[in-house]
């Protein structure tokens, strides 16, 4: 379906932006599979594997094998180590397979050896054929702790340090989701389709025509930088009360902390999509309601129309975080030297590098950062304004009439609401 | 002349005025009245008084008003309360028979009666009213006097009108400042509905609203006893007010606009219709667009009704009213007022009418001073059961006991 909208935007726009969606790793592999249908039409699928069986059973285009003679066809056994250094000799490999793209999304299960591994080279190969790069991680269940969960955040934190935007989904909120009687294929693919939910959401930003556009540097600008997890989340409601049913659902859920997410992000990125229906009503109320749950977020809001949703209205919200400190101890042993200035240079908090930023882009985040201080100060200084000063004239000082919470004082035709003209 | 017993007065200390009324209560024991003293009421607002010296002022310029038009000395009153901490609710008492025979005695009768005025208030509300219903007896409905009938179980419903202590007790300690006794506080809306429904009236069911300067009252009667009332904090001082908001003008004038050109409907010829408002000189100062006006006016009244339907609706006490709505106080003077009730209620609407009672033909014909007139009329109907009872040493012996509380 948004085939269409796709290649209208293509027709239009000469600057459409060629995407690759890379799957990496067993789980990468079934979820870029998973994505290679009709809605994700115009990407470039490839995946990349030790395992040659789960590469067999792929329907992506390009396949890419890693082998060495090391592995004796067994795969990395799950050590990243291994994974890293099979990725770095094959780098030209992965270089090329993200030649020509503008966008590569990276799509992977981290934990095993393959998804913590290899992502990380990868990202910093999409990087250096010119390419925005952002991954879209899963982190392990809560049953798979110990080793895997360490060498999960160990590939979390090197993939931030390297890509332009990490969204993560950690399986073990996801659980939260799933009834407890699911069985566990059944979970696996719920939630994978968390994450191509998200994926679906930034895919949209990127190909939808939006009325209210949120440009794609914006978007950049928002993810790049906040060296801590983006917490996202995608719903859809129907219906007369749509708007309202969908802040809900966004509220309660689990990959925003019953909204907690919000209070703590410090950027957040609202894209509302909706039929021909459409109202601004509904995307004012959406957004004063996401707003009401902000604590110093600075929003980038957009709207788009999809024809082929009737009566019906999604939203994709990304709440990113700051860095915390502790970004400092978790050092990930960097076995390439030429990834070490650069990520130490991101891990001071400097302006990036990065190819795809211009002057007026890097002032801009430099002041955004140096600027939020005294955002901060101002907000707590403001007053609460009274919404509607309405003389109650001589029953000004005596004891109001209150009836089932109406100030019956008031004058009626103002309560109501009836114009006089 | 001295301290005539069929002399009884009721004084309303109302939010726009302070009517005392003089009634006499003739030999059938039907009330006359006599005469009438009014006063414009400052410090009262929504029936309450906010400024004792003011409104004593005024309390005592309508005593003595009415005290020259009767010619009679007045010593005590009924006074009227109002307010909108005042409410009224339905309890009911249970009593079981225990005599062998199952036979109901008085005492039994006085038992239940005992237990149903037995209610749980705030500790800081009394009781206004607690007026008797039905008797039940096994269940069975509509037992009038249950004496002599056979049962095991005897129950009663009371309705009971309770308000705030000490609000209550401003107003009776200004009266009692004028060195006049109150014999008894009655709830408004009670003594309109005394006023101005006939006992065939009460008994199909009946709703008096009496929209005041500063509160709104209503009683409903079903069966022949009263079944609901209740108190808004609400009358023609919103009114006044609203249109001095809508179309800014001062209070004063506001209400000479609402007495002058309004309506409780919006007329057919008030669209596009100006009035035009000059000072003192004659010289035009705006204009005023009548719709307007005539809207507000409406909207506000609409509330009013609105409230209190939905009010009984909640009890079901509006199916009960096959006689229907009637209006008093002084916004029943509004033109088309009844039309807008019966919009609202569905039903038949008429503005209340004295008929109960002789006397002064002025009086009686105006919406106004019905409460009042209820007030006496319920000093009436209280002095009978009584009067039967006084003998002369009791009658010497209240008036030596007056002397003795006054001096």
Redesign the interface.
């Known amino acids: 379906m948004k085939t269409k909208g796709h290649e209208t935007v293509a027709a239009e726009n000469p600057r459409t932006r060629s995407i690759h969606v890379i799957g990496v790793g067993g789980a990468g592999v079934i979820l870029a599979d998973a994505m290679n249908s009709g809605e994700f039409a115009g990407a470039r699928f490839a995946v990349i594997d030790t395992d040659a069986q789960s590469l067999a059973a792929s329907s992506a285009a390009v396949k890419i094998h890693l082998e060495t003679k090391l592995l004796r066809g067994l795969g990395t056994g799950g050590d990243p180590e291994r994974g890293r250094a099979l990725a770095q000799e094959h780098f030209s490999v992965l270089q090329s397979a993200c030649e020509g793209a503008d966008v590569v999304f990276i799509v992977a299960g981290l934990g095993g050896g393959a998804g913590s591994g290899i992502t990380p080279v990868l990202a910093r190969a999409a990087r250096d054929a010119g390419a925005i790069v952002f991954a879209f991680v899963t982190l392990p269940f809560a049953a798979e702790f110990g080793r895997r969960e360490q060498q999960a955040r160990e590939g979390l934190e090197q993939l931030k340090a390297i890509a332009d935007g990490v969204i993560c989904l950690p399986n073990r909120k996801a659980v939260k989701m799933i009834d407890e009687n699911t069985p566990i294929l059944e979970t696996f693919r719920i939630s994978g389709g968390l994450l191509i939910e998200g994926v679906r959401g930034v895919w949209q930003l990127l190909v939808r025509p939006g009325l209210i556009q949120i440009h794609f540097e914006d978007f950049c600008a928002l993810v790049r930088d906040r060296h801590s997890e983006s917490a996202f989340a995608f719903v859809e409601a129907g219906g007369p009360s749509r708007s309202r049913d969908a802040v809900e659902k966004l509220l309660a859920h689990p990959l925003l902390d019953d909204g907690r997410a919000l209070a703590e992000a410090d950027a957040i990125l609202v894209s509302v999509t909706g039929g021909k229906d459409l109202t601004m009503a509904e995307v004012g109320r959406v957004m004063e309601q996401i707003g009401r749950h902000r604590n110093r977020a600075e929003i980038v809001m957009g709207a788009g129309i999809d024809p082929e949703m009737k009566n019906s209205l999604s939203i994709t919200l990304i709440a990113a975080k700051n860095a915390t400190p502790k970004v400092e101890q978790l050092d990930p042993d960097n076995a390439d030297g030429a990834e070490t200035p650069e990520s130490s240079r991101r891990r001071r908090g400097d302006a990036p590098s990065a190819p795809s930023l211009t002057l007026a882009q890097r002032e801009q985040l430099v002041a955004r950062h140096s600027g939020r201080g005294r955002r901060e100060k101002s907000k707590m200084l403001q007053t609460q304004l009274p919404l509607a000063i309405?003389?109650?004239?001589?029953?000004d000082k005596?004891?109001p009439?209150i009836?089932k919470g109406e100030d019956?004082?008031i004058?009626?035709?103002?309560r109501?609401g009836?114009p006089?003209n | 002349m001295f301290d005539d017993p069929n002399i009884i007065v009721g004084l309303e200390i109302g939010t726009s005025k302070i009517c005392a009324v003089v009634g006499e209560v003739g030999a059938e024991g039907a009330l006359n009245v006599i005469g009438i003293g009014q006063s414009p009421a400052r410090g009262v607002r929504k029936g309450e008084i906010v400024d004792a010296t003011q409104a004593e002022e005024c309390v005592r310029n309508a005593i003595v008003e009415a005290e020259q038009m009767a010619d009679v000395e007045i010593r005590d009153v009924y006074l009227g309360v109002t307010g909108g901490h005042l409410r009224g609710f339905n309890n009911r008492g249970v009593h079981p028979v225990v005599s062998a025979d199952r036979e109901i005695s008085a005492d039994d009768v006085q038992d239940v009666i005992k237990n149903a005025k037995a209610i749980n208030l705030p500790a800081q509300n009394t009781v206004v009213h607690a007026v008797r219903q039905h008797f039940f007896v096994d269940g069975q409905d509509g037992v009038t006097n249950p004496v002599g009938m056979l049962g095991a179980r005897l129950e009663v419903e009371m309705h009971v009108v309770h308000g705030i202590t000490n609000r209550l007790q401003n107003s009776i300690r200004l009266v009692k400042g004028l060195q006049l006794e109150v014999d008894d506080i009655v709830f408004n809306g009670l003594a309109s509905s005394l006023a101005l429904l006939t006992c065939e009236q009460k008994e199909l069911g009946a709703l008096v609203i009496d929209i005041g300067g500063g509160t709104t009252d209503y009683a409903v009667y079903a069966n022949g006893v009263i079944r609901n009332t209740g108190a808004l904090a609400l009358g023609g001082d919103h009114v006044s007010n609203d249109l001095g908001h809508g179309l800014k003008v001062p209070l004063s004038r506001a209400e000479k606009l609402k007495k002058e050109s309004g309506s409780a409907v919006v007329e057919e010829n008030a669209k596009g219709r100006t009035l035009t408002i000059t000072n003192e000189l004659g010289l035009p100062l705006r204009v005023v667009n009548v719709e307007h006006l005539q809207r507000i006016m409406s909207l506000r009244l609409e509330e009013i009704f609105e409230i209190v339907a939905q009010d009984l609706e909640q009890d079901g006490a509006l199916d009960y009213l096959r006689a229907g709505v009637f209006l008093s106080g002084g916004c029943a003077r509004i033109p088309h007022v009844a039309k807008l009730a019966e919009r609202v209620f569905q039903m038949q609407v008429s503005i209340g009418q004295t008929n109960s009672i002789s006397g002064l033909k002025s009086a009686l014909d105006q919406p106004e001073f019905n409460t009042a007139i209820g007030l006496a009329k319920f000093g009436s109907l209280k002095a009978r059961k009584q009067g039967g009872k006084s003998s002369l040493a009791s009658g010497i012996k209240g008036v030596i006991g007056k002397f003795i509380q006054r001096s």
Request: charge should be positive; hydrophobic fraction near 30%.
């Open positions: 309405v003389s109650k004239g001589r029953f005596s004891e009439t009836h019956l004082d004058p009626t035709y103002i109501k009836v006089l």
